[in-house]
């Protein structure tokens, strides 16, 4: 008998024996109850992205003069300096500030003068004033690869600097003092290197250079033009998280992803004018 006679046979078998459907391997249970029936969907638009609008910046003027025994005597070797490194000297032999005393280096720059980008951070720690250069240790490693990720390198693009010199002791937080005696220096230094944009890290740099209260979380990502005494122009100012920050708070870092991003798209318009 063939396969074909078989089939045959078999369907015969199975009318004669009263089956009339076809099952499938699974018996059904008829005592189940139905699916419930599916929720109607309504075809909803997808909203519209969220277009984020710059906001103008906020022009800031160098600090007028303050109090202070030796923030005059700063503010004319500042004005006296006519290079980055008559400044440095300036700064190296000054005797206005307590933290010289005690501090191992004078942590002046690191990185490249006249670079279009300037990134000016708080005061040194015990890694900077051990090596005397700004942004070393754990805290600049992560800074050299947040700007390596916008496509920067540290020794080609960018100028580091303080916003103090010397290392507060014990990394203690620096006085209104200290600040006031140091900013000529700062403001000096910017117009010796007349960068496109500047870079405040950390809400210490940030409120010493703008004189606003706010803490760096209300700051951070803001841009500000700078009026930089020597300049003809102003400078744009981004502030962000102090890398030492970042590494203490992590989920910050996105935040601060943001923030380079713009500077890296502030950076490249300015390069293209």
Known sequence: MNGTTELAELLRWYVAIGVDEAIGDTAIDRFALPPPAPAAVTEVAPPSPAVRRPTPPIAISASPPAAGAHVGDARKLAEAATTLDELYAAIDAFEGCALRKT??????????????????????????????????????????????????????????????????????????????????????????????????????????????????????????????????RPVPALTTYHPSFLLRAPPRKSETWRDFLELQSKLESLQKK
């Not at 280096?105 to 004033?129: C, K, N, Q, R």
């Not at 050299?144 to 002791?169: C, E, H, T």
């Open 103 to 232: 501090a191992t280096h004078t942590v002046f720059a690191d990185g490249i003068p006249h670079s279009p980008l300037m990134i000016i951070g708080e005061a040194p720690g015990a890694d900077e004033d051990r090596v005397g250069k700004p942004f070393v240790g754990r805290s600049g490693h992560l800074l050299d690869k947040m700007l390596a990720a916008i496509g920067l390198d540290r020794q080609r693009d960018v100028y580091i600097s303080n916003i103090l010199f010397w290392r507060p002791p014990g990394n203690r937080k620096p006085t209104d003092d200290e600040i006031a005696t140091c900013l000529p220096f700062v403001w000096r230094q910017i117009a010796l290197n007349a960068p496109q944009v500047v870079l405040l890290s950390g809400g210490t740099a940030t409120s010493a250079i703008l004189r606003r209260s706010e803490g760096i979380t209300k700051l951070r990502g803001k841009w500000f033009e700078l009026s930089v005494p020597g300049l003809d």
